[in-house]
């Protein structure tokens, strides 16, 4: 919401910066909203406009930190470089804790929406105990972000909701090229058309699939197109000149 | 097995339906796997109207990509749009004004149920009743007069931006409105006459698709198709956004999770609709149409996940920013392609003849199944 009025040139998008990993150093935080001193309670979702937004630097998680990142540049204030996550708590995380230790990262909020992040090795497990044991039994997407400057450059990410809680959380696992995370048909059937998406705009397979196919595009597209590398005007010339006899789809 | 068939051999046969079928809505593949007129079970071949709207979207500034989202489902393109503007205003935290947020309510719930006019016209004539099509395409026009009057454009209508709104009502906007509820819910008591105890519709539909509960929450099927299994579930009022608390309605829902509730559950949301334009017109407050949005709208870095309740079900946008003027990722959480995961649990076991009455029900639209 900043106000600037000079237009920048279309930042490339890759020009991103490490973000929504571990919170990171307490540098950037400088956003003068009220401070609510660390009591944070289970956000209640995307659109209960009752807590007033914290600043990041106010508190860490108090889960582990997790490896410290470096801290992206000594950042300009006011232009944060990462996300302004939240910690999150409750009776929720404490139970994950719990059950899942050190498995899982971080808890955290962000414009009061929580999400939580896990080792790709745990995450069906926690679907499954989500589900179980915290009535988090419908699977809203699956879907999957591309930081191709990163180490693993997936950020995986499932969204939950729960019914008789009336809560929406988010897991998300980063996931390395050519990982193979495990499918979650077993724990949600929603999974399999939203893997099989995952799979066709990223390339990212899902270990134990039952139809690990594409599903938007041609079976024999080359390519995967929601990767940061493949251009927007790009497509798969030996596929339209087979299939459509001509020189170019554009 | 069997190398020498005789015509008393019961063999499987698989038939492709579509992709150019007239009860498919669109260019939608269904490969059925027959025994007789049993289905066995169906796979979907999807992907035909798919245009890269994701990566479209990581291509152009917030604004510029406002109107792609509208050709998404484009009988309910305000609904997108909404899903799409509030996502944007909770991720760059913008207030929307109290008149704005109220003209889209309005707006939306009218799109509602043109969308819902379209459905039923477009089901019924699917399972054999011709007149349904001409009586509601005849109301649905009315609806796409008000929006002509009211942004210029009839179906892509792109009527809101972020923050608010870019146009001001037109001068009879509250009567027209109030004008076509009055009208439209005695039209709706003609589609009862003529369908809810019409023999051929209730043998048609009673008992045919049958999704209970369960099935809906593990598929992650949502709208219409989840109350008419018997969960009174909407997000207006699970997590009201535009102000929806205000406004008093009731979610409809049946028991039963087959073709006919869905038809009654959609028949009751028409007149909700009508009840909540009506409440929404004569509390529309005056003052801004617009909240405080920069020309360059940069939201800072996070991410946030918004849905609404679409016609079809839950719509929700995913946004990730790297604060730039651009979404480094934009997801659309469309509710036609998950509610479209069930249609082979629905068809199993059923006729041929109902697997055309199943698609119909479920409401999809090609353009949100495939992006």
Redesign the interface.
Known sequence: MDEEKKPEGVAAPETEQPKSEPPASPVEATAPAEATPAEPEKPASAVTPEKAAKPAAAAKPAAEPGAEKPAAKPAPKKEPTEMEAEPWAGPLVDSLKARFGDKIQQFATYREQAFLIADTAAVIPILDFLKLEEDFDYLVDITAVDYPKKEKRFEVVWILYSFAKNVRIRVKAVVGEGEKPVTACTVHKAADWLEREVFDMFGIEFEGHPNMTRILLPEDWKGYPLRKEYSIIQQDQDWVRENLQIESGQ | MATHTTFLDTNELVLNMGPQHPSTHGVLRVILKLDGERVLGTECV??YL?R?V???A??R?YQQFAPYVDRMDYVAAVSNGLGYC?AAE?????EVPERAQCVRVILTELNRIASHLLWLGTHALDIGAMTPVFYCFREREEVLKIFEKYCGARLTTHSFRIGGLQYETYDNFEKDCHTFCDWFEKKVDEYEELLTTNRIWVGRTKGVGILDAEAC????VTGPVLRAAG?E?DLRK????CGYEKYDFDIPTCENGDTYDRYLVRMAEFRQSARIIRQAVDSLPSGPIKGKV???F??????????IEAPKG?L?Y?I?S?????P??L?V?PPS??NL?ALDEMCRGALIADVVAIIGTIDIVLGEV??
């Open positions: 999807i992907g798919h890269g994701e990566k479209i990581e291509n500034t509030l909770v991720l760059g935290g913008i929450k593990a598929y992650g969960v579930w699970a997590q009201p956004y920069s020309k360059v940069k939201p800072p870095i996070g991410e946030a996940y918004v849905s839950e929700g995913y990730v790297d604060g730039s003027v651009q480094y990722r997801r959480r392609f998950v995961q495939d992006r």
